[in-house]
């Protein structure tokens, strides 16, 4: 399908409006080409790119790494050694936040459980925020 308004758009890719016109300012998506009345119009290229651009997103890549990954797609004859090494670097990433947010979670846990829901001046969820020693991690 061709001529699509950004409108029709937004309804087939589940992207809002503002987060297209947001992905064409920052060069994700190419400048539509417009009508006489200044209306954007979109292609099934750009459904399928901005589908792209959503799942991407949908799960945790950076704006420059799908920057370089579509720079990718445009040559699809390419080694995908590169698309390989973004995702290798953002599952890196990923498993470093999960190991923070398991010390996290371990950390307000105990911190909940050490309450013993009496006056705020004997507070253990107060104690432990006010005072970093209380903490059974250095770090977080």
């Not at 992207?15 to 539509?32: C, D, F, H, N, Q």
């Not at 399928?48 to 799908?66: N, P, Q, S, W, Y």
């Amino acid at each position: 399908m061709k001529n699509l308004s950004i409108g029709a758009l937004a309804t087939r890719t589940g992207v809002k409006i503002p987060t297209i016109r947001y992905y064409e300012s920052i060069g994700l998506l190419p400048e539509a080409p417009r009508t006489d009345s200044n209306r954007r119009l979109y292609d099934d290229a750009m459904v399928k790119r901005l589908r792209f651009i959503r799942h991407a997103r949908d799960l945790g890549f950076e704006v420059e790494a799908i920057r370089q990954l579509l720079t990718l797609t445009d040559d699809p004859g390419q080694s995908c050694h590169e698309a390989d090494a973004l995702a290798q670097a953002h599952l890196a990433d990923i498993e470093s936040k999960i190991v923070r947010l398991q010390a996290l979670q371990e950390e307000v846990r105990e911190m909940v459980a050490q309450c013993g829901q009496g006056q705020v001046r004997t507070c253990h969820v107060i104690e432990v925020l006010a005072d970093h020693a209380h903490c059974l991690h250095e770090t977080h």
